[in-house]
Nanobody
Framework: QVQLVESGGGLVQAGGSLRLSCAASGRTFKYYAVAWFRQAPGKEREFVAGISWNGSNTRYADSVRGRFTISRDNAGDSVYLQMNSLKPDDTAIYYC???????????????WGQGTQVTVSS
């Protein structure tokens, strides 16, 4: 079993930055791929960024590429999402999720955190 807890969300002005963290428990987490998804009110959950178990492969949604950076620490028990140049359209609940492989579809993920709210004001 893997348990995930997100933190770092909040209210920020457009153009600002936030760093989200996803802390994991479970001895197999370091061997899992991790992704960040987000869901805005009235919209479907969408892929934001993902990283393979060893950090060698990363993927980004077109809407965030060049602004967001996903990383994981050497111990493998935390994953981060550095978000720069934030826009009002980035406002959503952000979730981290883990799975044996890196997917962009939400249904590929076995474990989910509870989410953290990110609000970007104009």
């Amino acid at each position: 079993q893997v348990q995930l807890v997100e933190s770092g969300g909040g209210l920020v002005q457009a153009g600002g930055s936030l760093r989200l963290s996803c802390a994991a428990s479970g001895r197999t987490f370091k061997y899992y791929a991790v992704a960040w998804f987000r869901q805005a009110p009235g919209k479907e959950r969408e892929f934001v960024a993902g990283i393979s178990w060893n950090g060698s492969n990363t993927r980004y949604a077109d809407s965030v590429r060049g602004r967001f950076t996903i990383s994981r620490d050497n111990a493998g028990d935390s994953v981060y999402l550095q978000m720069n140049s934030l826009k009002p359209d980035d406002t959503a609940i952000y979730y981290c999720a883990s799975a044996a492989r890196l997917y962009t579809a939400p249904n590929g993920y076995d474990y989910w955190g509870q989410g953290t709210q990110v609000t970007v004001s104009s």
